[in-house]
């Protein structure tokens, strides 16, 4: 393709403005309900009579059914086209959430999650795909900020609308909120989003099926190791075994077969490789902290919800910044200046963290969301761009799976061993602090409570909160710390991102890089 060819969009609309609305609403529908449930499980566990195990399938369901159906999305385009795929996935999806507003049990919840997830799972990688393919080279950096904001911004926004739904209306509407923006995302797909080429193309059947067990036992271990004691579980013992020999069967498929189900192509390309790794790390730090701090502001320092959720939307200002002040100028910074850059900045903004106490204002928490957002954005967006800059534009769908993948995989990851971790500081640090109290050291006269009727125990009582409170503190500065390291840790990755295709000229030419490079 000649650069000329290349300076033209691969899409283009009649009205891309509304198009780009009715795509980003389309995501930003898809992000939030990664999160938006999460604060109404306690009252959907009491509406649809399920446990305080049971009812962790609504959020499990929906990442198992994504992270089986994202795989097949370069398949899928290269059969229907782009237009006929973004609104099949849409109309399902809000269909489906219609369904789980009105499920009446927890199998009718869990299947209607399902539905949710398969079409959910389309909607990201589609997204960013026109995006790229209704750009031309030197509006991409642009381009790609709305999208980076409209990723990460819907999972932060989640708990607040979350929130104030269940609190003020009924847990339903989390759901049946939806309705609205499917509708308009639709009606502005149908009559801006342009028809794109077909092309015939084999589908893996075998490589699929064994890439969605590779997921879903990862997943399985993820979900369930925390409540099994993990390998202490023979159940976790045989995912973990599924798994392994699901992912070395990948593997060798992928290496023997004509047609994969992942162009091999996509792993030759070295930036590409590099970006999946820091997509990765964006997903543990950005959401295994995430899901950290709602713990920690409601059990610790004592915000409701809603105060918690508007908290961590300091996040999303950070972001939405950044992308405003350098979205368009980052196609031209040394994408390694600028990611590690993000990289020292979140990770200065978890270092800031590390010195909380079980007393607080607010401001240290906005300010560190606030640096820590404007560090994901630092990271995330130059090299997402680098990462398709070499890409020819048919791997681009089959990139952008992977993509998500590699994030919701990162998400998964960092928010079991936050977990872990988190009940395992606390658990040691409850007993050393344990050790150092005694009766003594209260400072109340136990004889004196216990004359009045065995009240001896309630500032006992009194005390094991606190011992619990501090041992929790120390959980969380610890994790904090860990994520802190792993930024620091990455640092040394970004030299293995080639800076030439990063020039204007390299990136208008990323279309046209030699597919088998």
Known sequence: MSATEAAQPAIVSRNRTLMIVGVMGAMVLQTLDTTIANVALPYMRASLGATQETITWVL??????????????????DRVGVRQMMLFSVVLFTAASMLCGAAQTLEQMVVCRILQGLAGAFLGPLAQTIILDSSTAAERPKMMSIYVQGALMGPIMGPIIGGYLTENYNWRWVFYVNLPLGVL???????????????????DLTGLLLVATTLCAL??????????????????????VIAVSAAWMVII??????????????????????????????????????GLLPGLLQDIYGYPAIDSGILLASRGIGMFVAMTLFGSRMGKIDPRIAGGSGLILTATSVHMMTYWSVDMPTWPITLSG?????????????????????????????????????????????IAAMIVLLSRTIQTSHAEIGESITRQSIPLEID??????????????????????????????????????????????????????????????????????
Request: glycine share 8%.
């Open 60 to 77: 499990t369901s929906y990442v198992m059914a994504s992270a089986v159906a994202m795989p097949m999305a370069g398949w899928l385009v």
């Open 448 to 517: 004196r409570l216990a004359a009045l009727g065995g009240m001896s125990a309630a500032p006992f009582a009194v005390v094991d909160g606190m011992v619990n409170r501090q041992a929790a503190m120390i959980g969380y500065l610890n994790d904090f710390q860990v994520v802190g390291y792993l930024c620091f840790a990455a640092l040394p990755f970004l030299l293995l991102v080639r800076v030439k295709p990063v020039a204007s000229t390299a990136v208008s030419a990323g279309a046209s890089a030699d597919p088998g490079h």
């Open 219 to 240: 997943q399985l271990i993820l979900d369930r190791g925390v409540t099994k004691d993990w390998f202490a579980s023979s159940e976790i013992v045989i995912y973990a």
């Open 370 to 414: 606030m640096m820590q957002g404007v560090g994901l954005a630092f990271m995330f967006l130059p090299l997402n761009l680098i990462s398709f800059a070499t890409l020819p534009s048919e791997l681009r769908t089959d990139a952008t799976s992977l993509s998500g993948l590699a994030r919701n995989l990162g998400s998964s990851f960092g």
């Open 253 to 290: 498929h992928h290496l023997t077969t004509p047609q994969p189900l992942f162009p091999v192509r996509l792993f030759r390309d070295p930036n590409f490789v590099v970006g999946l790794l820091f997509i990765f790390l964006v997903g543990v730090v950005a959401y295994g902290s995430l």
């Open 185 to 203: 995302c639709v009606l502005l797909l149908l009559a801006f989003l342009p028809d794109t080429p077909r092309r015939a193309r084999r589908f």
